[in-house]
């Protein structure tokens, strides 16, 4: 196997803010190699977002965020990167979409002046080439007419083109990793369906590695070969995309699986609505034990209320599933109660 | 804490509770200033007692003394009177306009403030159009146009810095009214059939009274400050009655020969400005519904 | 836009007519009234009075007057000084250069000086830096405009020399530098009220930008530092800024009135303050006038200003 493009090991994150610290994110590891597809689920503040930032090192700074652990791209730890260094890796190295399409883009420059600044400022190119580039972008991402377009504000586009100017941005100089942050969540099917099409053929062209954000299977099945879910700021279940989607063994990944329509089928165990009962807990209030024990409905007192459980290989691969009861051999099959 | 009071439960003036006075003693600016006020109030007030001359008292003799010389600690001006006993007294003066001032122009914003945010519609476009006229034009012509007309007693000026003064508070007031004549109690009690003005004084005001009190300690400062401009034109509190601000009147001749003509009364000026605008910064940190949970 | 524009520019012109109600309804309703200058000369009987009286118009009704005043107004005649009898508008023309000179420098003293210790204020909050400059704001709007004016005058030409105490220029110089160091002791008088307020407005509408998504998009792009903070921190939280250079406008006439004074300044704040000391009416109301027009046409070129830089506004 080929070395990974990025490696993450034991990311810690915490926030400071009115002199309270609060930690969002306890203990990540992963690695991802060129070409593959990383997809990275949970529901809405499971840290998912944070995560991501912290491997391009844009959370705020250092009091109001402390980042630890070590995030490797080529033997370099990007935490200790100055941030001189670092802006060299932003871009050429790593790149990102982000999840806002509509407030990512500066409204007050040009469409085409944003890419050609990404550009510009890691390669020695001329004037004409960095605009022969933007519109070679700017076709690529399926912009009807770049050449007039790219003189557009981003007030003067859509969502969905908004979206592919960020995207095309991203792509500008090649990155070895693309993060996408649920890049197709604000965006309509038909548009979330291009998109994602275009994502694929560019990874496939240029061997280039992807961290997916999302909480929608659908997509998940789509795009990755590898599935990380993650739940309260830890990855509870990890594997391959047969692993993880024909094989949950964490209760709160069938939890998420059931809650998408298309699994149903599957023959997978839903709730009254097909949703999670209760909410995400707060980061600043974890429960003791298994975070998600309040809100699972296998949770066995005195079992999943203890000790954290341990990151497990479940099986001979690399399945790996956090949860104390996942080895249990009736577990699977066991019909979970109604709450 | 529920985020939208209960209009059963809601405490009147919740504003007071102990978490914003606490808040606003560990604002340490807030705190000097305070006590600067205090200080510079019980000067002017009960300094003159302590002082062996008064005000008016002319000795041709020790005309110009520097500060230190002899019983004249701040020394005296070209017609030989004292200095310390001119500032406190003008300070009385000064600190009184600015406070009457602050109280009319208060009033007077709060009223015109709450009607246009409460009533809305053209009531409240054409009394803010009014707002925007008198924020249009520089407020200072409008006042020594006034005072060069109008017999610029002590009561006067009062008066004149009031009547172009209100126009912040008058803002604020509607903003936040604007607010609050959304909100459910204020429908209710309207449900109920309470008068406008019960409605107004009783539900709307006391929810506003803290940006009124932040501003209102602002204006202190923007009034004192007013009262210096025009005395200093000369348009002000007539001599041989002193304020912070005629005393300034013509110290600049005699800059080069008498500094401290111009730096005493200065000085006092600008420590209570600053203490004002102090304390209006700690009120504000302090009285921010936003700031506190 | 266009319709947007249309739209301020009756609002201006309302304004403008409250504000010269107010104006004359004060004028003319005050005890004495423009005719006091004549009560005041000797041997004047009443008779002699009310024919001045007559003659001037002041016999009829307010309102009367008022409707006169504004036709002569808007057709260019605002009357004339009582003082010279040559036309108010003459006078006010010949008076605007130098406090526009004055205003001008200051202003771009203060904006300058205002959104560099704001930019880094909050680049750098709750630094040392942000913390002096906080309440360094806060002492220099309390410090009275024409006290520091004198204090500077003490300091940089009595006591050092350095500069002069006050006038346009030296008669019989006016040479280009001549004229820049009279300019600078009043330029920087009357900037420090306004650099104090253009910092803080430039505080907080750059911490307003600093949480903006597209600037972490602009770090994510990998771009050098100076170039986030000028093309997409500084460049957006000026916007803002533009309409509060126009709002900020009669803050700024005010303060040249007193620093003229102090200075000794050949202006329109000068003027003023001697067409009071003479009772001159059309003057008195003329400057009224003006500064009125002067801001209702700065918000005008910042709405305009704000359309230029901000393309959400120019397009949408
Ligand atoms: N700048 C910040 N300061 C303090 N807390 C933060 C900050 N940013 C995020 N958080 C907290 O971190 C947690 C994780 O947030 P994050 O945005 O990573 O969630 P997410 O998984 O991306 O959710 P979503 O699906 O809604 O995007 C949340 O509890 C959030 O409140
Ligand atoms: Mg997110």
Redesign the pocket.
């Known amino acids: 196997m080929t070395d990974p493009v990025l490696s993450v090991r034991d990311l810690r994150i915490r ?1 400071r ?1 009115g002199g309270r610290e ?1 930690q ?1 994110v306890h203990g990540v590891d992963f690695d991802i190699r060129g070409g593959e597809t990383l997809a990275l689920v ?10 991501s930032f912290a491997l391009m090192r844009l ?2 700074e250092a009091p ?2 402390t980042i630890e652990g070590s995030v490797s791209m080529g033997g370099v730890n990007l935490l200790e990167l100055s941030e001189r260094r670092m802006a060299q890796v932003r871009g050429p190295r790593i790149a990102m979409i982000f ?1 806002e399409p509509l407030t990512s883009l500066n409204p007050v420059h040009r469409v085409g002046d944003q890419i050609a600044e990404a550009i510009r400022f890691h390669r020695k190119m001329s004037k004409a080439d960095i605009r022969a580039r933007v519109i070679e972008l700017l076709t690529l991402v399926g912009i009807p007419d770049p050449a007039r377009r790219m003189h557009a504000y981003p007030g003067e586009m859509s969502g969905g083109m908004r979206q592919r100017v960020v995207i095309a941005m991203a792509l500008a100089l090649e990155p070895d990793l693309l993060i996408a ?2 890049p197709t969540t604000a965006l309509d099917v038909t548009v979330q369906a291009q998109i994602l099409e275009l994502l694929r053929q560019i990874q496939r062209a240029t061997n280039m590695a992807m961290l997916f ?1 999302t ?1 929608d299977f659908g997509v998940v099945a789509e795009i990755a070969e590898r599935v990380m879910v ?1 739940y309260a ?1 830890r990855i509870v279940e990890q594997g391959s995309l047969a692993d993880v989607l024909s094989n949950p063994r964490m209760p709160y990944t069938r939890g998420l699986l059931a809650s998408v329509p298309r699994f149903e089928d599957a023959g997978l165990k839903t709730g009254p609505l097909g949703t999670i009962e209760g909410f995400v807990p ?2 600043d209030n974890l429960p003791a034990g298994c975070s998600f024990h309040p809100r699972c409905p296998h949770a066995r007192p005195g079992i999943c209320d203890g000790a954290l459980p341990e990151l497990a290989a479940h099986g001979a691969g690399a399945h790996l599933v956090r949860c104390a009861r996942s080895d249990e051999p009736a577990f699977g099959a066991e019909p979970a109660e109604v709450s | 804490m529920t985020a939208i009071p209960d209009p059963a439960t809601r405490t009147r003036f919740a504003i007071f509770r102990g978490p914003r006075v606490r808040k606003f003693m560990r604002h340490r600016l807030a705190m000097i200033g305070l006590l600067t006020i205090i200080f510079l109030t019980l000067a002017c007030f009960f300094g003159p007692y302590l002082l062996p001359y008064d005000e008016l008292y002319i000795d041709l003799r020790a005309r110009f003394s520097p500060p230190l010389t002899g019983s004249h600690i701040l020394g005296t001006d070209p017609l030989g009177r004292d200095i310390a006993a001119r500032l406190f007294s003008a300070g009385q003066i000064s600190l009184t306009v600015g406070f009457t001032a602050m109280v009319l122009s208060t009033l007077i914003g709060t009223v015109i403030g709450v009607v246009a945010g409460y009533f809305g519609g053209w009531s409240r476009i054409g009394l803010m159009r009014i707002v925007d006229a008198f924020l249009s034009f520089p407020s200072i012509f409008l006042m020594l146009t006034l005072a060069a007309f109008l017999k610029p007693s002590p009561t006067m000026i009062t008066l004149i810095i009031a009547v172009t003064s209100w126009m912040e508070v008058a803002r604020i007031v509607e903003a936040e009214v604007r607010g609050q004549s959304s909100r459910d109690f204020t429908a209710a009690a309207r449900m109920v059939g309470a008068p406008h003005w019960w409605i107004m004084g009783r539900e709307i005001l006391p929810n506003v009274i803290g940006p009124i009190i932040v501003a209102a300690t602002l204006t202190v400062a923007r009034a004192i400050l007013l009262e210096a401009y025009i005395s200093f034109l000369g348009y002000g509190i007539q001599p041989p009655l002193p304020s912070w601000g005629n005393m300034l009147n013509n110290a600049q001749q005699y800059l080069d020969s008498a500094p401290w003509l111009a730096i005493v009364p200065g000085v006092a000026i600008t420590l209570a400005v600053t203490s004002f605008n102090f304390i209006g910064d700690g009120l504000r940190d302090a009285l921010d519904a936003r700031s506190v949970q | 836009m266009i319709r947007f524009l249309t739209h301020r520019t009756l609002q201006g012109i309302v304004l403008i007519l409250i504000v010269s109600m107010i104006g004359f309804t004060v004028i003319n309703l005050a005890p004495g009234g423009p005719l006091s200058q004549y009560a005041m000369t000797p041997g004047m009987s009443q008779q002699d009075l009310d024919r001045i009286a007559h003659q001037m118009g002041l016999d009829r009704p307010i309102p009367v007057q008022y409707l006169d005043w504004l036709v002569n107004m808007v057709s260019g005649d605002w009357g004339k000084s009582y003082r010279d009898q040559s036309p108010v508008l003459d006078v006010v023309w010949r008076h605007m250069w130098a406090t526009l000179l004055l205003m001008g420098t200051s202003t771009a003293i203060a904006v300058a000086l205002g959104t560099l210790i704001g930019v880094l204020g909050a680049l750098k909050r709750y630094s040392v830096f942000d913390y002096m400059a906080t309440v360094g704001a806060m002492i220099a709007l309390s410090i009275p405009t024409f006290w520091f004016g004198l204090v500077a005058i003490f300091f940089f030409s009595l006591e050092l020399g350095w500069l002069p105490a006050g006038n346009m220029y030296t008669v019989g110089d006016q040479s280009f530098s001549d004229y820049a160091i009279h300019l600078i002791m009043p330029s920087i008088v009357l900037a420090l009220v306004n650099v104090a307020i253009w910092s803080r407005y430039m505080r907080a509408s750059t911490l307003d930008v600093m949480d903006q998504d597209y600037v972490r998009t602009a770090r994510a792009k990998g771009l050098p530092r100076w170039r986030i903070v000028s093309a997409h921190i500084v460049r957006n939280a000026l916007i803002p800024m533009i309409t509060l250079a126009g709002l900020q406008l009669p803050t700024i006439i005010g303060g040249a009135l007193v620093t003229e004074t102090v200075f000794t300044w050949p202006g329109l704040g000068r003027l003023f303050i001697d067409s009071l000391g003479y009772n001159d009416y059309p003057v008195i109301m003329g400057l009224l006038m003006f500064s009125a027009i002067l801001t209702v046409i700065g918000n005008f070129l910042a709405d305009i200003g704000v359309a230029l830089a901000d393309p959400r506004i120019r397009l949408g």
């Open positions: 926030f803010s609060t969002v949970g529901e809405s503040g499971s840290g998912k977002s944070v995560t959370l705020p109001r965020c999840q942050d649920e954000i909480h993650m700021g707060s980061p």
